[in-house]
């Protein structure tokens, strides 16, 4: 298992992979438009999961419990707009959570007797565009652009 170094510690709002240099004003458009008019909201982190489940891991996370229905309503308000923008759409169900670890192999993840810690909170005023770097030691993250909410 590889820890997320706490510098990296994220919810990822939506994951775009690689785009172009042309593409970047379309995305950052989309993300201006998405974040006016919306305000900040309170999270609380909530129970601990895996993807794709917990008998064969591979990412270790730790969901929103509030906040999270506000988090899906920015994700699809953005994604409506990328669409829109001919990015297209992701696939997978969006679940707002904080990645832990990564497993290099599909493992189980038994975390029935574990309890995280409660009543851990932060406000989501902003969004962020990183651009990822993918290096041997990790992932370098370079902020492109922060969207205010509110």
Do not use: C
């Amino acid at each position: 298992m590889k820890w997320v170094e706490e510098k990296n510690l994220h919810v990822t709002l939506r994951f775009l992979g690689e785009v172009e240099e042309a593409g970047i004003p379309v995305v950052t458009g989309a993300a201006r438009e998405t974040a006016s008019g919306l305000k900040g909201f309170r999270t609380e982190l909530g129970s601990l999961g895996a993807f794709p489940n917990l008998r064969r891991a591979r990412v270790f996370w730790w969901g929103l419990s509030e906040g999270a229905e506000e988090s899906m309503s920015l994700f699809d308000r953005l994604e409506e707009r990328l669409v829109a923008q001919g990015i297209e759409a992701e696939k997978r169900r969006y679940h707002p959570h904080l990645t832990l670890a990564r497993l290099r192999y599909p493992a189980p993840l038994p975390l029935e007797s574990f309890s995280p810690p409660s009543g851990l909170s932060f406000t989501a005023s902003s969004f962020t565009l990183y651009q990822s770097t993918l290096t041997p030691q990790g992932p370098i993250y370079k902020i492109v652009e922060e969207f205010k909410l509110g």
